[in-house]
């Protein structure tokens, strides 16, 4: 077999663990599955190792090494779901922007957007086959070597986190330059929002043709928004995203479940289980029991336990695993962090995390 026809999106290994989707669909499996936001990631020496050699951008547009830093922690840990490794921004990239991940800054954007007529200077129609290919390339190729082992989640920033990126120029603990658009610029940042949405489905759906089994929209900025602000910026793109792919794929006789995180957007749970998700994912300052009975069963919970539970002592965390299990139940339940993994944690620790999730779990399907 050539390399060309190894890395067609066809003839995928059959899947052998499938806990996750179905607890995505709302099902309870012999055990809660379990996967964390950010597992490839620099906790991990062997992905410090790869992440050394070349700048951050290079190495997502390089399918073998998104596929190697994919592929390394389901080799340490039993995880139940692996997401391809990538990032949000290859999105405002492929709009025609220039995005640096500089060390010690973080991402940055030489030239971000500063007025409503900036916004002709992006690219107003996006062959994401053509500008993302190698986003596309890398799930091919990872679901592949996976081997079936477990189901591979392609993702996407949210418009409004995009959005906040682009004008900002990068991080930022106000979002005052972004807020600033809604306010002043309304209808300028519906524009700006929309077009990032277009660019989104096609994205997401590029990414199941490529090989995805599972969907995540990261809302990372929800949380800098009021009630009335997220309503109104980005409840409606959430929706309209979660529509249009579903739409699409039913016409193709496919269906993959996908996932909404909005961190922060504790007020707005009632609306986000209403917005043709399957699964709604949740920060750590969001009671378990709480979220339960505010998105009245009608869709999957993803979360929650608070990424910094991790420093703590091996037994003490599997204690508040046990509790956290206790909250949501065992059916339509993915366990995870309520962020992601930070690069100074101890990889033992993760797997602590990961053995409880499943021990505490089989124990409490085995007695219901």
Not at 7 to 33: M, Q
Not at 251 to 268: L, R
Request: proline share 6%; hydrophobic share 40%.
């Amino acid at each position: 077999m050539s390399k060309n026809d190894v890395i067609l999106p066809k003839d995928f290994p059959e899947l052998k663990n499938d806990t996750f989707l179905r607890a995505a669909r709302g099902e309870e499996p012999e055990h809660v599955p379990v996967w964390c936001m950010r597992q490839a990631g620099r906790y991990l020496p062997e992905f410090r190792e790869i992440r050394a050699k070349k700048d951050f951008f290079d190495t997502c547009r390089s399918p073998e090494d998104c596929c190697e830093l994919t592929l390394q922690p389901l080799r340490r840990f039993p995880f139940d779901a692996s997401i391809i490794f990538s990032d949000i921004l290859v999105i405002p990239q492929a709009m025609g922007m220039d995005v640096q991940m500089l060390t010690g800054k973080g991402p940055t954007f030489t030239d971000p957007l500063k007025e409503p007529e900036d916004l002709q200077r992006l690219k107003a129609n996006v062959d994401v086959n053509k500008e993302l290919d190698y986003v596309f390339k890398a799930i091919t190729l990872t679901r592949h070597k996976i081997e079936g082992k477990v189901p591979l989640i392609g993702f996407t920033g949210a418009p409004w986190t995009l959005m906040s990126y682009m004008i900002e120029g990068g991080g930022s603990t106000t979002h005052s330059k972004a807020k600033r658009w809604l306010y002043r610029h309304p209808e300028s940042s519906h524009m700006l929002l929309k077009m990032l949405t277009d660019v989104i489905v096609e994205y997401l759906l590029g990414q199941v043709a490529a090989g995805a089994q599972a969907l995540q929209v990261f809302e990372s900025h929800a949380g800098i928004l009021g009630p009335v602000e997220f309503k109104e910026f980005s409840l409606p793109y959430l929706r309209d995203i979660a529509r249009r792919v579903k739409d699409r794929l039913k016409e193709k006789g496919q269906d993959v479940p996908m996932i909404v995180f909005a961190k922060d957007a504790h007020y707005a749970l009632e609306e986000l289980s209403a917005s043709h998700y399957e699964v709604v994912g949740l920060d750590w300052t969001i009671d378990p029991r709480s979220a339960r009975e505010r998105t009245g069963g009608k869709v999957s919970l993803q979360g929650n336990m608070d990424p910094c539970a991790l420093y703590a002592p091996k037994e003490l965390i599997s204690d508040i695993v046990k509790k956290m299990l206790e909250g949501f139940g065992t059916r339509g339940y993915i366990a995870n962090l309520g962020h992601g993994l930070y690069p100074d944690m101890d990889p033992e620790n993760v797997a602590a995390f990961v053995d409880a999730v499943h021990r505490h779990s089989k124990l409490a399907v085995k007695q219901a």
